[in-house]
């Protein structure tokens, strides 16, 4: 990484670290109100200070392992889901957090090369969610038809 030259530049590093966005780290220290010319002047500001996302991950504290770490947590992810009727919490279910579980195992594979940004899986994936949507639908109605008759 270079040395900064200017107040600024010194200004959008700390920013840069501090929210790990360049955007906003540009809009912060150039005082930008255009968010078009932040992401641009962050953008070249990348360049021109020569900072790479290795570097920056170090400055920030982050490390390889603590990404595993929260990787393998998130590969796990569980949610809570609320069932209502009539206004009122009726029922609640833990379970699996598809979409994050799902997230992770993407970035997993990719870090690993194993999966390449052209690959579509969207059929498979909209007609499983499609399936599971109706599946879940019909399970309410059964439910709130239970709830009703006792």
């Known amino acids: 990484m270079n040395k900064p030259t200017t107040p600024k530049q010194a200004k959008f590093i700390r920013q840069?670290?501090?929210t790990g966005n360049a955007t906003k780290a540009a809009s912060i220290a150039f005082d930008c109100k255009n968010n078009h010319v932040a992401n641009v002047l962050g953008s070249r500001m990348l360049?021109?200070?020569g900072i790479t996302m290795p570097e920056l991950m170090d400055k920030m504290g982050l490390s390889i392992e603590e990404d595993v770490k929260d990787l393998k947590r998130l590969r796990k992810a569980k949610m809570t889901k609320f069932f209502a009727h009539g206004g009122q919490v009726i029922s609640q279910k833990d379970c699996d957090d598809n979409a994050t579980?799902?997230?992770?195992l993407e970035i997993s594979l990719k870090l690993r090369g194993a999966l390449r940004e052209q690959v579509d899986h969207s059929m498979n994936?909209?007609?499983?969610l499609a399936e599971a949507?109706?599946?879940g639908h019909t399970r309410l109605e059964n439910y709130a038809n239970?709830?009703?008759k006792n």
């Open 16 to 18: 840069l670290i501090r």
């Open 125 to 128: 994936i909209n007609i499983n």
């Open 146 to 148: 239970l709830s009703t």
């Open 133 to 135: 949507l109706k599946e």
């Open 101 to 104: 579980q799902t997230k992770a």
């Open 47 to 49: 360049v021109k200070i």
